[in-house]
């Protein structure tokens, strides 16, 4: 378990780490960058590391019969959905961050310029959401070949580089300067993780995933634009209490996902079909 969670955990690690330096910036600032962090980790916490974990087994199993291209199959399976999801949320949270922020914290004593900061740092989390999500679909496949070091590694060079570019960014940058660095951090163990297993398994046939983020990035673009326009009918500085801002935020998260899933259909996605597919099992069962 210990490499397990080295593995996986470094960007918890670095959650803690930046709080930690937060606190030597203004006042306020560990507050903006732990808002906006429980705002991140909501797609991260339900959606990837669900697909992660649930992958782990049928992994094994597939390594233990010593059949390694079903292995790589259910890999780029896992990583696909992982993507389908992750990289919408990404697009989602980081246009309507200042909407969300409001939403959910603009009340009370959380005024205007804390908003304001939120929205800050949520944007350059939000940025780093699919990546943190692709990780956690990486890691099983080197840990259902009993490979426990090499997680260990990426996540060393992870900690590394959100320590090195966190003190060279909180300084210009403040809160949102950290942010950066934990979704820096997260792209480049990705971009280790995914080169290691390359070199250890051989080609892993990443044009099926290449072609599939095509098409979310397309989907994906369109839903951007729509939680654009429909963001830009809300007075957000009313605040979180306001029953017009509720409904408009309400109806924009309605209006993105729709349009996502429509835009997803009309191309073809796979991961649509199979998501589909999980749900109807689920509630049959």
């Known amino acids: 378990m210990v490499p397990l969670l080295a593995g996986l955990g470094v960007y918890q690690v670095n959650v803690l780490l930046s709080r930690l330096l937060a606190s030597f910036l203004p006042t306020g600032s560990v507050s903006y960058l732990y808002y906006g962090q429980r705002l991140a980790e ?3 916490g339900m959606f990837a590391l669900a697909i992660a974990s649930a992958a782990l087994p049928s992994l094994s199993q597939a390594v233990a019969h010593g059949d390694e291209e079903e292995a790589k199959r259910l890999f780029r399976h896992a990583f696909r959905l992982s993507l389908f999801v992750a990289i919408p949320a990404a697009v989602a949270l980081a246009v309507l961050a200042e909407p969300a922020a409001t939403v959910f914290f603009g009340r009370g004593r959380y005024d205007a310029a804390a908003i304001h900061e939120t929205t800050r740092s949520l944007v350059w989390q939000a940025a780093g959401i699919w990546a943190v999500a692709s990780v956690r679909t990486i890691v099983p496949m080197f840990h259902a070949h009993n ?12 900690l590394v580089t959100f320590m090195s570019l966190s003190l060279v960014l909180m300084g210009p940058l ?3 300067g950290l942010a950066a660095a934990t979704t820096a951090a997260a792209v480049l163990q990705l971009a280790a993780l995914l080169w290691l297993l390359r070199r250890r398994s051989g080609p892993l046939g990443m044009s099926e995933v290449t072609t599939s983020v095509l098409r979310v990035l397309i989907a994906s673009g369109v839903m951007g634009l729509v939680v654009w326009t429909c963001a830009r009918l809300g007075q957000w500085e009313l605040g979180g209490n306001d029953p017009r801002n509720l409904a408009i935020f309400a109806a924009t998260v309605v209006a993105g996902l729709l349009s996502y899933v429509a835009v997803a259909a009309a191309l073809g996605s796979a991961e649509l079909r199979d998501l589909r597919a999980a749900i109807r099992r689920r509630v049959r069962a």
Request: no cysteine; hydrophobic share 40%.
């Open 147 to 158: 490979d426990t070091q090499t997680p260990v590694i990426a996540s060393a060079l992870n």
């Open 174 to 176: 403040q809160r949102a």
């Open 42 to 44: 909501i797609p991260q």
